[in-house]
């Protein structure tokens, strides 16, 4: 290196307005991701165990149209729970702890972003992301078994792949900002990864041993929460012993709590106290 | 699109009556300001308040207290327009180090609302410029810290902002770095920026700064451009004498009464002294000759910011603790001078 004999030349152009840069933040999140090649093999995977035999399956044998039953069946699955979990550990593990270690925070701050327009940008990386393995393969899995239908009712149909989208979004968001919390609550990648994954089940454990004395204690693991909200979506009756109060609380609670907890976390780092 | 800030346009900074707390601790206190465009340096001791009053500029902080404009907008109220005005060098190390100096300073223009088809071009442009060559398109991570400090300063220029925050841009540098750190400043300054230099190396800053303002327990000290500040010290003169210390210390007093003595250190047979003298030195060697002491060297001591900064600190420092003396006198420090560094 040595003195540059290049002279500063200012920059005259049109700037994005504020919100389109929150999904810059996003898409660079989401090409940083896919670009993993652990995240990649994890993809292909899950994808592969949990839709492409489905998909052969299902569109080999014969049926009338798209029923509720099989969608709410594929999406109940332990196998894309735990895939998911997995998948929401890597992908958010260095969300936020790769700039708490860096200190990037006053990298997005000292421009027009805010906390809230980073953490959008975040979830909105992340969420792309998941949405890869959660809402494009069940939606995929929905059209071909529409497009294989022996029957005419193809509105009936459509109505599920519809419902299909909705149980697929909140499978995608249910997770992330739990993945976030655990993000923002240290610098090393690593300890997020194993956290996220480890309190789900230590959650699961605890709600095992408790549902014994109280049958509310099983709104306490995060696969059963899941589990009755997809059961909701589809429009099937809960469990009798399932209270539904309890569970849009938790539900709920899972979903803001933890970003809540991140946005105060991101807000004070940013204000550097 | 948004509206484009006036770029190329020197922007001033004011700052009126600004009171930021943190809890107990007074961090700004009744800090009023105006700050000119060009090289501006901001210099104050660990804990002064500079981090502080840049943080209320980028909008970080709203102050408990007075208003703060830059360019007539309030960062608080108008904070995407003003931060879209401004580059942000900090001091601690903040790159993203899994990318490498391409992708992570056009990330940062793009991030900066700078559309894609001119954030590249222009990263390789500012990348250029600080003289990251081929090693842009190696990882973050295994850059010395002058090449980080360049990637540090590209991307708080990378959307050609009107107004330059840097802090101790040329930390970990080596002296030839330095040196090209504070051309590349001057050069971005020559394209009408209001740039706000933050540093402790104050060689660099009075070879390249307009302006300085200087800050002490989140007060303004003073201010005023960089000539009339080192004109203070003017026909500040060294003296070295040896002599026997009793005769060395009639010396001293006759000085005293002659002239303003800004300090003297007597060792054994040896003083140092410093004075303001603007006449010649016959009368000095008069004394010398009358006190019989021998003085052996008798030059100009060349004025430096330095001198300014430490001079300027010890007179608030000492007015503090006066200050403090008197709204306490049962806590007054008996011996030393009050505040004296």
């Keep these: 290196m040595s003195i540059d004999p290049i002279r500063y030349k200012p920059w005259s152009g049109e ?259 | 699109m948004t509206a484009v800030p006036p770029q190329g346009q020197a922007v001033t900074i004011t700052s009126n009556n600004v009171t930021v707390r943190y809890g107990k601790i007074l961090a700004l206190n009744d800090f009023t300001v105006k700050v000119p465009s060009g090289i501006v340096g901001l210099l104050g001791p660990n804990g002064a308040g500079k981090s502080t009053f840049i943080k209320a500029l980028l909008g970080l902080l709203r102050p408990d207290n007075g208003t703060m404009t830059i360019a007539g907008r309030d960062p608080s109220d108008d904070m995407g327009a003003v931060r879209d005005m401004i580059g942000y060098m900090p001091e601690h190390d903040c790159l993203i180090e899994s990318l490498n100096a391409v992708n992570l300073v056009t990330y940062m223009g793009h991030i900066s609302g700078m559309l894609k088809k001119d954030a590249i071009p222009r990263s390789h442009e500012v990348l250029d410029f600080v003289g990251i060559g081929e090693e842009r398109y190696r990882d973050i991570s295994s850059y010395s810290t002058g090449m980080k400090q360049r990637v540090k300063l590209a991307q708080a220029i990378v959307h050609d902002p009107a107004i330059l925050f840097l802090d101790e841009p040329t930390n970990g540098m080596d002296p030839q770095g330095r040196v090209e750190m504070m051309e590349l400043i001057k050069k971005i300054s020559d394209s009408d920026k209001s740039i706000m230099v933050s540093t402790h190396i104050l060689d660099d800053l009075e070879k390249a700064s307009d302006y300085i303002i200087i800050i002490n327990n989140g007060h303004l000290v003073t201010e005023g451009k960089i000539d009339e500040l080192l004109a203070k010290k003017e026909g500040q003169k060294m003296i070295k004498a040896v002599g026997q210390p009793s005769e060395l210390d009639v010396f001293l007093t006759s000085l005293k009464k002659a002239f303003e003595v800004r300090s003297a250190i007597v060792d054994g047979g040896q003083a140092s002294i410093v004075l303001i003298n603007k006449d010649d030195g016959n009368y000095i060697f008069k004394i010398g000759q009358e006190s019989q002491v021998q003085i052996r060297a008798y030059y100009p001591e060349r004025a430096s910011l330095e001198d300014v900064f430490i001079g300027t600190l010890d007179i608030d420092n000492a007015n503090e603790a006066e200050k403090t003396d008197a709204a306490s006198p049962g806590n007054k420090i008996e011996g030393g001078e009050p505040g004296v560094n």
């Design chain 1, 15 to 273: 700037r994005a307005n504020h919100f389109q840069r929150i999904f810059v933040i996003s898409k660079f999140f989401f090409l940083q991701k896919i670009k993993s090649k652990w995240i990649l093999l994890l993809l292909i995977l899950g994808i592969f165990i949990s839709t492409v035999f489905p998909i052969f399956m299902y569109s080999m044998m014969p049926h009338e149209g798209l029923d509720k039953e099989i969608m709410a069946d594929h999406m109940q699955t332990q196998i894309i729970f735990i895939f998911t979990l997995l998948l929401v550990a890597m992908i958010c593990s260095d969300t936020i702890s790769e700039d708490l270690r860096s200190n990037s925070f006053v990298l997005y701050f000292s421009r027009a972003i805010k906390t809230e327009s980073y953490l959008a940008g975040k979830i909105g990386g992340a969420f792309l992301t998941l949405s890869t393995f959660t809402l494009v393969p069940p939606i995929l899995l929905a059209i071909i078994i529409t497009a294989t239908q022996s029957g005419n009712d193809y509105l009936a149909s459509f109505g599920v792949v519809g419902i299909t989208v909705v149980a697929a979004i909140a499978n995608t968001l249910f997770f992330l900002p739990f993945g976030l919390l655990i993000s923002s609550l240290t610098n090393r990648k690593s300890y997020a990864a194993v956290g996220t994954f480890m309190i789900t089940f230590i959650l699961m454990i605890i709600s095992g041993i408790f549902m014994e004395f109280n049958s509310n204690w099983e709104l306490i693991d995060p696969y059963s929460v899941l589990y009755y909200f997809q059961e909701v979506i589809y429009g099937f009756d809960l469990p009798s012993n399932v209270n539904s109060g309890a569970l849009a609380a938790i539900f709920t609670g899972f979903m803001t709590i933890p970003l809540a907890l991140v946005y105060i976390r991101i807000h004070l780092k940013a204000v550097g106290k």
